[in-house]
């Protein structure tokens, strides 16, 4: 059985989403321990609902970055983790923390990269006028939303969208992308040639998840 641990720090809808796949689709894991950044949120209560440890390790009391991500970087390592997860986990990692768990550690970002890195990613997708939008769940890398890419989901912009519309169009995606990106973690079919994923035994388009792209979906 390997182990998950999972980052959080607010909604943690994809938590639940990798939570749930895991249990109903017998991975050869399990979640050891979702962390959060912060006390208060909601994917906190959402976790404890669905039966998971949770651990609080919130910034607040650590001298800087270094001090505080080394405590984290000790409590995740408690765990043996095969995978960590970073779930909106809303804090940059240092370097540290990063190369300490390179090539276990995945995030998934709200855009298809390398389209909009950082924060935002909905509204600008909009101001941009990009017809197709979408998420990515990469390795972790100290270049941020930098590293290889998994897999990716893509979802239509329509012209009726607005950033919270196109938000949950991604969202829904997401909660498809990151368990099946996930499990194949967790089954070792995840290597790395010349710095890019390769996936061991594809299958034709697994790693590009289209939604409702057709023409007649604009
Ligand atoms: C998601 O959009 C994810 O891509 C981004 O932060 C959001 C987290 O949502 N990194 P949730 O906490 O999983 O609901």
């Not at 368990?179 to 590009?208: F, H, I, N, Q, T």
Request: aromatic letters at 4%.
């Amino acid at each position: 059985m390997k182990e998950i641990v999972v980052l959080i720090s607010g909604r943690g809808s994809n938590m639940a989403a990798i939570a749930q796949a895991c249990a109903s689709e017998h991975w050869p894991a399990r979640i050891a321990a979702v962390i959060s950044s912060r006390a208060d949120a909601e994917g906190v209560t959402t976790a404890r609902a669905l039966g998971l440890a949770v651990e609080v390790l919130e910034p607040r009391g650590f001298a800087d970055r270094a001090a505080f991500d080394d405590a984290l970087a000790e409590r995740v390592e408690r765990h043996r983790p095969h995978v960590v997860a970073l779930a909106g986990y809303m804090r940059i990692l240092s370097e540290r923390f990063v190369e300490r768990f390179q090539g276990r550690l995945v995030n998934i970002h709200p855009s298809l990269l390398p389209a909009f890195p950082g924060l935002h990613t909905h509204a600008r997708a909009l101001a941009t006028g990009v017809a197709v939008h979408g998420a990515t769940v990469h390795l972790v890398t100290a270049e941020l939303d930098g590293g290889p890419i998994v897999a990716q989901a893509a979802v239509p912009v329509r012209a009726a969208d607005d950033e919270a519309s196109l938000a949950a169009r991604v969202l829904e995606a997401e909660h498809l992308l990151y368990p099946r990106a996930l499990r194949w973690m967790v089954e070792g079919r995840v290597e790395l040639v010349d710095g890019r994923v390769s996936l061991r035994d594809p299958v034709p388009g697994e790693r590009l998840l289209a939604i409702g792209l057709g023409a007649e979906s604009r």
